[in-house]
């Protein structure tokens, strides 16, 4: 019978081993809680109305209709028991020979996590749309809120953590609120919204040169961000932020202030680091039981510096191949290669034509680099359909600011309120 | 001061009365417990797959964006208090001088609203997409359910009402389940799929000529989907349908089996019919209360032919229109015209490339009148940007019967099992 690999997570790194196993003699199950794989890296545009929900996810199961050796099951992940090498799911167990944890990462709260219920994250797509109502229906509320402080507050958006994902959110909700509707609203300007983008190290976009880091910043201001660097969050919840001894009313605050691997990932019994990341051998397997595989965010792998590789799509994608080269190796009876991070660089986004990028040696800022960023993000969409999707969708948002996809999803029942 | 148009509803109806009054020196307010506007006749693409919430939706106050006599709250109204010519909403209080109520259906279950419960509608796009994640969470059960009754149970679709709705529905099912999922799953085949579409009355499609009720009979057998006429639903739960002493094993039921207005429109103390649409003056507005219009699905309009107009879109835009004649013309002391609907034919398509058309008194099935209908709806798309991404997605689902939209949206935590 052939060896049964069973991928926990259809994220980049699961997809990547499963992809690269297409012609090897075994059972694939990919096990994900999704029925979709999630170009997480475009969430942000989702959570400010820029594209729909589906425009970044395809099923899991269309991905490989062609790879007969692949199956999916949706659902949730309980336990794995590495001694009988099984799974314990929400809808039965599976059976593996192969396990491949590769389910990723949360945000992560650093103990707070009762601020997880006040500052929304972005990880999966009901997220994103959660922070699309939220967002939408602050500036709704605004439009007929008589009290003009509690308006400034209903316009304030602060951002935690200013790495790629806060730079990028920051720059969206600029547009989208000083942009994009700028015309829809006849109480209130739009113009006059607050975006604060908070950040605890001394820099913005701490994975790149201090020069970009400086370019970025520079472009955050022009499209009207506050960044405030070298502090840290001290309280938060539904009214605002504290920073130090300042109180800051906001009634959306969003966190992107760095991730943690998920619980199925350290319940694995195995080393991990101070972010819950699984310590692998060099071929990404367990140390104790080389039967176990950890790749992707859930991973801790040092790079060539002799730091951990950074959270991002292209480490989990690598990775993923190299588990494949693994397993083939093994069932050859070959000695397993060790695995070895080609980076290609760094990108993040700042609004809509400004982008900062460090690629084969060169630092780019500017609208270079973000014509780079388009193409990169759209050539690594997994979908054609999508590709070609999103790119009409761009060529569009570039040319008209426009933001169209701004339905707010979840029509609540809001408390009643005289006037 | 100007005249305070209020219009409740943010449909066809109330979107053409807002847009009529462009010019003329009044205040207008469009109170809609959704942020968009929601081009309703394809809400069953969305509960199919084939496109996204978004692509159907356009923001109320983005159409008004440049028209600035326009004001959009998004709220729940709850009362409508004629005498002191106010609307309690769930955000305040708000007065007018001219009230158009434009508040729409809802699916009429017929006295049975626990079916409700079992058997969903498709009026807002929180129901298209529970719609699609009920289907789609249908087909990934299928793929590990071990059981054969119960696997037949999940590949079994009850579609209730024979209408358009339940005909492009039915038809868009079959093309999912027997088309463009068909190579995804490896434990069944979802050619195998039943949908049964089950009519009261002696045929489909009552409002078109029997000939092509029939050729839509025979095209929707060709597509795979079971017609069943002449036959109520008894009984209806989780576990199916009872058609007289015949019980249809199905997980999943959809309701598509007519409408009757919201209970905000029935609340006005005005003369209601059967199916709770008010009655109006021949100007629609109503003979005890000259302030008040009631347009739409909300209306019960007599046309030529001395029946009730149907609830569709072009009765409600032109009934809207005629609101904002009416309007003007009080304004300027002059008689206010009649209302004439101008009926410019009726279209249904019945899945990828098949429909049926009555248009200027020609009789059309089959391809030609599926373009028609393409071009129609495409063009009725209120929003340019939808329209062009509609478009993209339409030429795109035509060449290759792919359906991308596949999202599950809501990951609820599923009942423990063990296999």
């Known amino acids: 019978m052939a060896d049964r690999v069973v991928i926990l997570g259809g994220g980049f790194a699961g997809l990547a081993v499963a992809g690269s196993l297409k012609r090897s003699p075994v059972e694939i199950l990919i ?17 400010t109305g820029g594209l729909a929900p589906e425009d970044i996810a395809v099923p899991i199961r269309h991905v490989f209709r062609a790879q007969k050796n692949v199956k999916v099951l949706q659902a949730e992940v309980q336990q794995i028991d590495r001694r009988a090498k099984r799974v314990q799911t929400s809808v039965g167990q599976v059976p593996y020979d192969v396990l491949v944890v590769a389910t990723g990462s949360e945000y992560n709260y650093f103990g707070k996590d009762d601020w997880k219920k006040e500052a929304l994250s972005l990880k999966a797509i009901g997220d994103a749309t959660r922070m699309r ?20 507050q209903l316009l304030t958006f602060v951002i935690v953590g200013a790495g790629p994902t806060g730079v990028e959110l920051a720059g969206a909700l600029a547009e989208l609120s000083h942009k994009a509707i700028r015309d829809e609203f006849r109480n209130f300007d739009p113009a006059s919204t607050e975006i604060l983008l908070v950040e605890a190290g001394s820099r913005i976009l701490a994975p790149f040169s201090e020069e970009l880091s400086r370019k ?8 009207g961000v506050k960044v405030i660097t070298g502090t840290a969050v001290k309280a938060l919840d539904g009214s605002g932020v504290l ?11 969003f966190w992107a202030a760095g991730v943690r691997a998920t619980s199925i990932a350290t319940g694995l019994g195995a080393e991990t680091d101070s972010f819950g990341r699984v310590k692998v051998s060099s071929d990404l397997s367990l140390a104790m039981d080389p039967s176990v595989f950890v790749i992707g965010d859930a991973a801790c792998v040092l790079g060539a510096d002799g730091k951990p590789l950074p959270a991002v799509a ?9 588990v494949g080269r693994v397993i083939q190796s093994r069932l050859a009876g070959m000695l397993a290669p060790k695995f070895q991070y080609v980076d290609k660089g760094n990108l993040a986004t700042v609004g809509r034509r400004y982008a900062v990028a460090e690629v084969l040696g060169l630092h780019l800022a500017g609208l270079i680099a973000w014509w780079i960023w388009v193409v990169v993000h759209i050539f690594y969409l ?31 029942r809001r408390s009643e309120k005289s006037s």
């Open 382 to 412: 997994i979908d054609f359909k999508n590709r070609i999707l999103v790119m009409t969708q761009w060529i569009w948002y570039y040319v008209t600011f426009h933001r169209g996809r701004r339905v707010i999803s979840d029509v609540r």
């Open 314 to 322: 292209p480490v989990a994608k690598q990775q993923g191949q190299h």
């Open 243 to 253: 920073l130090g001894e300042r109180k800051i009313e906001a009634a959306t605050v």
């Open 133 to 152: 109502d939220q967002v939408l229906r602050a500036f709704e509320a605004a439009e007929f809120e008589s009290d003009s402080a509690r308006r400034r």
């Open 31 to 47: 096990v994900d809680r999704q029925n979709h794989h999630l170009f997480q890296p475009l969430l942000y545009q989702v959570a």
């Open 216 to 223: 970025a910043e520079r472009a955050l201001h022009r499209l």
